[in-house]
């Protein structure tokens, strides 16, 4: 199931229910699904989710400070090899 935006949540007879979306071939927002998750469940569930969330943020941003550190080094041998030439 494709998860791009929820729609509707209710919580009813002890269930909470999240009416999930995604956008179709014509671009119109469609439901592509139900999370049903038991009342007793949904703590723990979300912070899961949001504690996963937050574990793959932080490692997005790693890579990307990474990759920038990589160019600026990149850079700095460039001008390096250039004044070695001079």
């Known amino acids: ?4 935006g929820l729609s509707n949540i209710t919580f009813v007879n002890g269930i909470l229910r999240v009416e999930c979306t995604s ?3 014509s671009g ?3 439901t592509s699904g139900t999370l049903e998750i038991p009342g007793a469940n949904v703590n723990g569930v979300l ?7 937050k574990a793959i943020e932080e490692k ?3 890579m990307q400070e990474d990759s920038a550190n ?5 850079i700095k041998e460039k001008k390096d090899t250039k004044k070695k030439k001079k």
């Open 70 to 74: 990589s160019g600026t080094q990149k």
């Open 60 to 62: 997005l941003n790693s």
């Open 23 to 25: 956008i179709d071939p």
């Open 28 to 30: 119109k927002e469609t």
């Open 1 to 4: 199931m494709l998860i791009e």
């Open 47 to 53: 912070n899961g989710l949001i504690n996963s969330a």
